[in-house]
């Protein structure tokens, strides 16, 4: 038989394949009945008719969900830095010491402060050596989320690898003020506000020295949207102002900051 006739016949069938899937009807599935008495034991024996509105009320759709690994199977980025909210704002931080431990906490001589550098809220992290910064800095980014870029002093323990892994996986920038000029970080300025009420408030309330972290929670919490007349209110700063005073206060009403 000629060449020519062969390759005729197979694209016949091939073209009667195609057909023959094309006019197939679609398979049609019937659920099968579920045995409600046999979860009677996962759901501490409760009647059937709990267990069938228990179904009902939660999803049956998880086995349809297509996940695998491309790109547009994924429900999540795979990428850490697009999976947490971001803080839209430079955060300075500042290493603070004390000369005494504080107390009701492991031992901690230390704190860690960061500021943001637009809302000036400001929050405070005991520790017990500076080796602990990353585990402040990532205390402050699940808190706040991540800020934009970090702004930092020129020491080795906040420009450690384990800082720049943070760093790198959730795309923060990192500016370094120059050595020995200090003054050029930002959280310098204002721990010199911190401080001072700091100290006004432990003459004023007279506790012991060992109360320095207590207290310094209390002057970061409370003098974060105290007026200034270079500072901006924000409506998260009232919020913890209103409940820093006021701990019954309902969240739903937040009366109009002060001009």
Request: proline share 8%; hydrophobic share 35%.
């Amino acid at each position: 038989m000629p060449d020519n006739e062969v390759e005729t016949v197979e694209e016949e069938e091939d073209e009667t394949k195609e057909d023959i899937e094309a006019n197939t009807p679609p398979v049609e599935t019937k659920p099968k009945p579920i045995d409600y008495s046999k979860y009677r034991r996962q759901f501490l024996h409760v009647p059937i008719e709990k267990i069938k509105r228990t179904f009902a009320a939660t999803t049956q759709n998880a086995a349809s969900v297509v996940c695998g690994p491309k790109a547009n199977q994924t429900l999540k980025s795979p990428n850490p830095a697009l999976n947490i909210r971001r803080r839209k704002e430079a955060v300075a931080t500042d290493s603070l010491f004390a000369d005494v431990p504080s107390v009701d906490t492991p031992g901690y001589t230390g704190a860690q402060i960061f500021v943001g550098r637009t809302s000036l809220l400001t929050d405070c992290y005991g520790f017990c050596s500076v080796s602990e910064f990353p585990n402040t800095l990532l205390d402050n980014i699940r808190e706040r989320g991540a800020m934009d870029t970090l702004i930092s002093d020129h020491a080795n323990y906040e420009m450690s690898a384990r800082v720049k892994d943070i760093l790198w996986s959730l795309m923060i920038g990192h500016w370094k003020s120059e050595p020995y000029y200090r003054n050029q970080n930002f959280a310098e300025h204002r721990w010199g506000h911190i401080k001072a009420n700091l100290e006004w408030l432990m003459a004023f309330l007279d506790v012991n020295p060992d109360c320095w972290l207590l207290a310094l929670n209390y002057a970061c919490s409370v003098g974060r949207p105290v007026h200034h007349p270079m500072e901006a209110w924000s409506l998260q700063s009232f919020r913890l102002l209103l409940k820093a005073l006021w701990p019954s206060h309902s969240p739903g009403h937040v009366p109009s900051a002060p001009a």
